[in-house]
């Protein structure tokens, strides 16, 4: 089953000699249209946000885009042929009996070309090798045997680390030697709370067991979706608050985006660059349930154009100060 390739770069509108700053612009005015948290019409901006979060998870992380631009148009050249203890499709690994699969997820919100290249690893636990140990070892022949564990990435986004959801995934598994597809649906329970990098256990949806063993686990590691006003650290969410050189200067009320709504924020005369302003409880739910908190990370933005009026307004500034940002 051939892997699509994904041109992140026109996903994301930019060129590929993209700056870091224009690629964090060109995905923020697309989130900013597409994020299922603020999306008018959420169903149909569902498909977009993924392409253009995927686009980002990758060209935001100088490693990620390296080994992305190493790829290049030759990329499938990369791939081990069928058969050859490779998969050219979807993720792999090698069973309890030797034969060799490659599993597709779906609903998980990457696609099996991200997988491939920039997820975890494909299986987990107990595998082929172990058991052929156990048994050069003088375990029983013919011993049942539970089957391996399986890993794949599922992109969660803070609306749903806030409140909790259930998806539909669907999975796939493909039998190399035998062409045999297999594929079901199950809802998986995203529970209030989840952390980024947290495994979400999906008991008995692993590998088939060996000699009647037990199925193995899948798990699915968390991936918060990149949002267009918050980094997430921890349980706290950090928006970037823009402000006038008058506003820092002499104070103000203004309004900013929280997770559950906007809120107030009182910004203090004087206020600098980089300085904090904190708004309790309004983070993702910690441990024990309790939410993290808010900061408003101040930026002071200055006019690129100004009139006549406002010129001779800032010289009359400059003559009449004291300040002198030097001492």
Do not use: C
């Not at 005015?29 to 948290?37: F, I, Q, S, T």
């Not at 920039?118 to 636990?125: I, K, N, T, V, Y």
């Not at 918060?224 to 820092?248: M, T």
């Amino acid at each position: 089953m051939p892997v699509e390739f994904k041109d992140y770069y026109q996903s994301l509108g930019v060129t590929r000699d993209a700056s870091a700053d224009d690629i964090r612009k060109a995905f923020r005015k697309l989130a900013r249209e597409y994020h299922p948290d603020v999306a008018k019409d959420k169903k149909s901006a569902e498909e977009k946000f993924k392409e253009i979060n995927e686009a980002y998870e990758v060209l935001s992380d100088p490693a990620k885009r390296k080994k992305y631009d190493t790829l290049g148009a030759n990329w499938n050249r990369n791939q081990p042929p069928p058969g050859a203890g490779g998969f050219g499709g979807g993720r792999g690994f090698r069973g309890q009996n030797g034969e060799e699969f490659e599993f597709h997820f779906g609903g998980t919100g990457f696609s099996d070309f991200f997988e491939q290249f920039f997820g975890g690893r494909g299986e987990r636990g107990f595998g082929f090798e172990d058991f052929a140990q156990g048994q050069r070892a003088g375990g029983a022949a013919g011993a049942a045997m539970r089957g391996q564990d399986i890993e794949g990435d599922i992109l969660v986004t803070l609306d749903e680390a806030l409140s909790g959801s259930v998806r539909t995934i669907s999975f796939q598994r493909l039998n190399r030697q035998t062409g045999q597809t297999v594929s079901e649906n199950f809802r998986v329970r995203v529970p209030v709370g989840v952390a980024e990098g947290q495994m979400i256990r999906v008991p008995g949806k692993g590998e088939a067991g060996f000699n009647g063993g037990p199925a193995g686990d899948l798990y699915l590691r968390v991936r918060f979706a990149q949002h267009p006003d918050f980094k997430v650290r921890g349980s706290d969410l950090y928006y970037d608050l823009d402000l006038a050189p008058w506003e820092a200067v002499l104070g103000t009320t203004v309004s900013i985006p929280a997770i559950d709504g906007p809120v107030s924020v009182k910004v203090p005369a004087g206020a600098n660059k980089g300085q904090q302003l904190r708004v309790r409880g309004k983070g993702l739910p910690g441990p024990g349930g309790t939410r993290g908190d808010l900061y408003a990370v101040i930026s002071i933005q200055m006019p690129t154009e100004v009139t006549a009026a406002e010129r001779e307004l800032w010289q009359q500034l400059a003559q009449r100060s004291n300040f002198n940002p030097r001492k």
